[in-house]
């Protein structure tokens, strides 16, 4: 036991001088090594207070003397992505934690199994999910190192996009890359100091990766037959000049997506062609064609989201068959939550998803194809990219909630709109709206929104949505909003709410049980009316 | 690695330095390249040690059937359940470097305190309890105290 008590002594002396920032070690216990490079090495570490597992990377500072901002992975909040915690540091070194992802990378999983043509689409389709939000983030965020080794699959087959020690920001009019960083096989020619890297680098990588996930190897392999749709994406990813490749990822993850479709359409196509040999066996020389319109060329409208497709296609009342362009210009109003489409308000209203249920659309791109849409009710999805929104002449409502959109101007690029309801959309600012002249419902409840400047001027807004929001005050709101009649406060908290007083217009203030006495306070003595809710 | 003709990595480095043509060097020692589990090398050394997986399992301080699944290559260790039972087969530091790298575990890594007890440990022939008791001492996370 004595000779216990003395290891255990020389080890604290062994150990009273280390490297690493004290307060980093005060906070978390290394428990393995995951990588070591020079200058910089990757632990496993388990919280000291809860014992959750993170991962910590430090960068010697002699070896690494500026390191990115790595508190970007704060901003760019997505289930892809793992979440940044906090960062220590001293004389030496530099240690920045982020969240543990349980699973297995790629490599190993793809080891493991033989994965089928609809396998890679769908991973690769969930990794341009990801690229999306880094690229779209402002400025655009290249990940530079894509590589089996650096996509966790989790137990539920979510991925994960790990490791962004090298991901720069791009900034326009740079110049070349100074210095190589990646993996050779995934670098595109532009990073071993070609030109600057930008998002096409990333796209580059991507294409790699495919190609590996079909042929095994990251190298061209032509006596390995590839789909060809697939090819034709894995040689538009990775053309040697950044100019002949996609332009953007949306770009690879439409070209995915004819891959997909196209490949889930290769086994019962090849059952109706059996079919289609035995009937024009059984009719010899009738003339089929004068008499169906089974070869009559068809133009068919191909949609990116096949939910929106479902909407649409339960609007129009045409489960099955070509949408005509009548079918389309018919469509006035979509419905959808989660991963369910409904025909009309009253079923969207009463369903009761499971908020877990997260939806599959990512882009509306496909609302292009509506000219004659009126009214948009999406809920309960992941990133949506809400581009296609921006030009619809003739759209009034735009209703989501529960989802993390791209920003609010493209559907300020819808003129006639009439009613914004944005709860729950991760915007932090609605500023851009201030376009719409004819805007009379705003609801931002659930945003991170904290003060009438990122809300904006809004003349003719007759009902204001401000649940779940936390603010200091709300004075000047008669100078932002002068004409508002309803405001809803639920579970929000406003520290002075006396601008509300200052509306001349006001009629009804909408509170939970608990916020009645407070804001009955504010308005003692005016015709307000103070309306309970339960939610 | 079924058959005790297993050599250590040291010992075919050793052997490599010794060999003065290299095509001949790979044939002669071909089986040393074969991949082989995790749970063969547990049965692998339950033979030639003449042990029985119970004594193995016990000794690493293991629930039973957990154990036994890991003998039958149904299960996959934790890095920790690998190091518990490298102290229960006597592994010095080489050894129980080659079982992670079978388990696909991270190797230990001597600039993180809590490995640096185990190598210590291990070098020194310390037991499994003894070992539990000085990662104590230190303020340490024991040797299975959570699964990854």
């Known amino acids: 036991m004595n000779e216990l008590k003395h290891i255990v002594k020389d080890m604290e002396t062994v150990f009273a001088e280390s490297r690493y920032p004290a307060d980093f070690l005060a906070a978390y216990d290394q428990m393995e090594c995951l990588a070591s490079h020079t200058g910089r090495e990757t632990f496993l570490v388990q919280r000291k207070t809860d014992q959750e597992m993170a991962v910590a990377t430090c960068y010697d500072r002699r070896v690494f003397p500026v390191r990115p901002d790595m508190t970007l992975l704060g901003e760019l909040s997505h289930p892809g992505l793992p979440r940044y915690y906090e960062q220590f540091q001293n004389d030496q070194m530099l240690c920045i934690v982020r969240e543990y992802i349980e699973g297995e990378t790629l490599a190993d999983y793809a080891r493991e199994r033989q994965l089928s043509v609809e396998d890679v689409v769908s991973i690769a389709q969930r990794l341009c999910d990801i690229l999306e939000v880094l690229h779209m983030h402002k400025p655009a965020v290249v990940h530079r190192d894509i590589k089996p080794e650096n996509l966790i699959v989790k137990p539920d087959g979510q991925i994960v996009l790990i490791d962004f020690d090298i991901a720069r920001c791009v900034k326009d009019g740079a110049g070349a890359d100074t210095v190589f960083f990646g993996t050779k096989g995934y670098a595109p020619p532009e990073q071993y100091g070609f030109g600057q890297t930008d998002a096409r680098a990333d796209i580059y990588a991507l294409g790699v990766l495919l190609r590996w996930m079909v042929t095994g190897s990251v190298r061209e392999n032509r006596n390995i037959t590839i789909d060809a749709a697939l090819q034709n994406v894995i040689d538009r990813c990775t053309a040697f000049s950044p100019d002949d490749r996609y332009k953007e990822i949306r770009q690879v993850r439409q070209g995915l997506y004819r891959v997909g479709k196209r490949s889930a359409r290769i086994r019962p196509k090849r059952a109706a062609l059996w079919l289609a040999a035995a009937v024009l066996l059984m009719l010899g020389g009738f003339a089929v064609g004068r008499y169906t319109n089974w070869f009559r060329p068809s133009q068919k409208t191909v949609f990116a989201e096949p939910l929106i497709e479902e909407a649409v296609r339960l609007m129009a009342g045409k489960e099955n068959g070509t949408l005509t362009a009548e079918d389309l ?20 209203d009463a369903c009761k998803v499971d908020t877990s249920t997260q939806g599959p659309i990512r882009t509306l791109d496909d609302l292009a194809l509506l000219p004659g849409l009126e009214e948009l009710h999406i809920g309960r999805q992941g990133y949506v990219d809400v581009s296609g929104v921006a030009g619809l002449a003739r759209l009034y409502t735009v209703d989501l909630k529960h989802m993390r959109i791209s920003g609010a101007a493209p559907i300020a690029d819808a003129p006639g709109l009439r ?86 217009d006001l009629e009804a203030v909408y509170v939970l049980k608990e916020q009645e006495e407070e804001v009955k306070k504010v308005f003692a003595g005016t015709d307000v009316e103070i309306r309970i809710t339960e939610n | 690695m079924a058959e005790m003709d297993r050599i250590s990595t040291d010992e075919l480095l050793a052997l490599l330095f010794k060999e003065r043509n290299l095509e001949h060097f790979l044939q002669r020692n071909e089986s040393a390249y074969l991949t082989h589990s995790f749970s063969d090398y547990l049965n692998a050394w339950c033979k030639e040690h003449l042990e029985v997986p119970e004594q193995v399992i016990r000794r690493a301080n293991l629930e039973k059937s957990y154990g036994h699944q890991l003998f039958s290559g149904k299960r996959n260790p934790s890095r920790d359940t690998v190091l518990q039972l490298a102290f229960a087969m006597r592994a010095d530091l080489a050894q129980a470097q080659e079982m992670l790298r079978t388990a696909r575990r991270s190797p230990l890594y001597p600039r993180i305190k809590r490995d640096t007890v185990i190598i210590y440990c291990l070098h020194n022939h310390i037991s499994l309890l003894d070992t539990q008791i000085i990662l104590q001492d230190l303020q340490l996370p024991l040797l299975g105290g959570r699964e990854k």
């Open chain 1, 329 to 348: 210009a018919e469509v006035k109003r979509l419905y959808i939550y989660g991963t369910e489409a409904f025909a009309d308000a009253e079923a969207f």
């Open chain 1, 419 to 504: 009613h914004a309801i944005l709860f729950d959309t991760g915007l932090t600012d609605v500023t851009a709206l201030e376009n719409c002249p004819w805007l009379e419902t705003l609801d931002v409840g659930l945003n991170a929104i904290t003060a009438l400047k990122q809300i904006g001027a809004h003349p003719n807004v007759r009902s204001l949505g401000l649940m779940w929001l936390e603010m200091d005050n709300v004075d000047d709101l008669a100078a932002y909003l002068p004409k508002v009649q309803a405001v809803t406060l639920q579970h929000g908290h406003i520290g002075d709410m006396s601008g509300l007083r200052e509306l001349p």
